[in-house]
């Protein structure tokens, strides 16, 4: 066991040692950006829940350096609340795509659907996924199609920012976490032609090799990793490009390193697969312990060896105190060379060596048993203004019509449908800002077990009203009942029910 920790902790201070060695050779600065090509690159901006900063990163890409008409912007609102209606205007020359779907389909399927998109557009060079979220500098497009000439796929580097740089203890912790991670382990391994873990807030990728790995799969971190496998297999290193530069406040901090039961769990199932060096490193790579874990070890390994004596290596030569003293200096030194190269002095070496504490405590606090109490205990303090109302209405199966009852609940003001049919109820899931969301969550439930919902909403003709409210329940039925005058208006609500019910045609997302 001890032969074991010897040679994992020697194997990786090797690697520690390489990437110093590596980091210490200066990287010569290009004053000319420009190519002889200007690439046409497709920017797609993701944006979901609140628009928060999304206008204002569209007017920095549209006062870049880069020449206007090598990139064209598309925007994906999905299920976005009160989206700026700046983007809309049609003189931006934007292309918007609005999922208002029941609930966001999420960055993978959006990115999926736009990219299978544009696949067979001519000329198409290069895609930038973006989260909105992010700023950029005026020549952010600039750098990125220079150095489209040096890497099929890369990310720029993310830098934290602050309201007038005052950041608090615990997030100048992930702030300075962070910058060591980019400026030192990433940067060393795009300079050893090694790749790193996809990050998909933003990244860059060559339009002929998105065609050639195919759609995204971006549920998760682990996700992440299997999309970075699929480009390692193809002998695709992702690469991290400190030139080029992104900038996110704080508050949106999103850790990218992946559980080390993830990472366990993706080297178990790969590591007998490896295709080529590059997905070999990688799968590899997925153990390398952080520099806390060395030095601890490290300190077991010292402790052991002072009380117990040398350590025999595969039987062929003993290794004592001193040897491993010396090796563990040798570590510090290297990490050393790590922080210089970050950037990271003075108060940085104390919240760097913080980190631990906040990784520790952010396991506890999400373990699932911890995580169920606290919003247990959250909830049982919140009084809840809970409104009910009960009607009627008609379910068929295409061949019968029964008589059913949907009670309609305004918990806080966020809508839930409860079904009610031979005295079995069923819930929906989700909360919703508004009633129609939450009954075409249940049609649509219905829908899964053949069952139709005959109310207004689901009528065709149908159009609801908007009135400025949240639920919209109101709407006009334009049904050609015989007797109508042509141009009357019936008014009705969404959930009202009659004999003219015709399903309404299913409508494409896009």
């Known amino acids: ?24 050779k200066k990287e010569k600065k290009v004053r000319d950006k420009y190519t002889s090509k200007d690439s046409n690159i497709c920017v797609i901006l993701y944006a979901t829940g609140e628009a928060g900063t999304l206008e204002y990163l569209i007017r920095q890409l549209k006062n870049q350096t ?5 990139y064209t912007i598309y925007v994906i609102l999905d299920k976005v609340e009160n989206p700026p209606e700046f983007i809309f205007q049609t003189d931006l020359g934007i292309n918007v795509v609005n999922i208002n779907n029941l609930e966001p389909i ?3 399927q959006a990115y999926s659907i736009l990219a299978e998109k544009l696949s067979e557009v001519p000329n198409l060079d290069a895609y930038v996924f973006m989260d909105s979220k992010n700023y950029i500098d005026s020549d952010f497009m600039e750098n990125v199609n220079y150095y489209l000439t040096k890497y099929p796929v890369f990310m720029p580097i993310t830098n934290y920012i602050g309201e007038d740089n005052e950041l608090k203890f615990w997030d100048s912790v992930r702030v300075t976490y962070a910058r060591y991670v980019s400026k030192f382990i990433y940067s060393s391994r795009t300079k050893l032609g090694l790749t790193n873990l996809l990050n998909t807030n933003t990244f860059i990728i060559k339009h002929d090799l998105l065609n050639k790995i195919g759609s995204f799969d971006f549920k998760d971190k682990t996700s992440e990793m ?8 193809e002998d695709v ?18 850790s990218r390193i992946p559980s080390i039961t993830k990472r366990i769990g993706l080297f178990k199932d790969n590591w007998t697969h490896c295709k080529n060096i590059t997905s070999f490193e990688y799968i590899y790579s997925l153990l390398i312990p952080n520099w806390l ?3 601890l070890l490290y300190v077991f390994l010292l402790s052991h060896t002072y009380h117990f004596g040398s350590v025999k290596i595969l039987g062929l030569f003993n290794v004592g105190y001193y040897g491993i003293l010396i090796t563990a200096i040798v570590f510090l030194l290297a990490f050393c060379t790590g922080l210089l190269h970050a950037g990271i002095y003075s108060k940085g070496y104390i919240y760097l060596f913080a980190y631990p504490l906040y990784s520790i405590g952010h396991l506890i606090v999400n373990f699932p048993p911890v995580r169920g109490i606290r919003n247990f205990i959250k909830n049982s303090r919140r009084k809840h203004n809970i409104e009910k109302m009960v009607t009627d209405a008609i379910v068929t ?13 305004s918990d806080d003001g966020l809508a839930r449908v409860r079904f009610i049919n031979r005295g079995k109820s069923y819930t929906t899931k989700n909360n919703h800002l508004r009633m129609t969301d939450a009954l075409k969550e249940l049609s649509n439930k219905l829908n899964d077990y053949g069952l139709s919902l005959k109310i207004c909403q689901c009528c065709k003709y149908f159009q609801p009203v908007v009135d400025g409210s949240t639920n919209m329940v109101q709407g006009n039925c334009k049904c050609p009942m ?8 019936m008014p009705t609500l969404i959930w009202n029910t009659c004999p003219n019910f015709e399903k309404e045609n299913v409508v494409n997302l896009f």
């Open 106 to 108: 999420g960055k993978s």
């Open 293 to 295: 874990t060395i030095l």
């Open 482 to 489: 015989s007797g109508r005058i042509e141009g009357d208006i």
């Open 237 to 254: 290193a992702v690469a991290s490009v400190d030139d080029v530069k992104i900038y996110r406040e704080v508050e949106h901090y999103d």
């Open 397 to 409: 199966d295409g061949k019968q019509d029964y008589v059913c009852k949907i009670e309609l609940i």
């Open 1 to 24: 066991m001890i032969t074991v920790l010897y040679l994992y902790v020697t194997i990786f201070t090797v690697y520690f040692i390489i990437l110093a060695i590596v980091s210490l």
């Open 66 to 70: 880069y020449a206007k008409e090598r």
């Open 226 to 233: 299997n999309y970075t496998l699929k480009l390692a297999n």
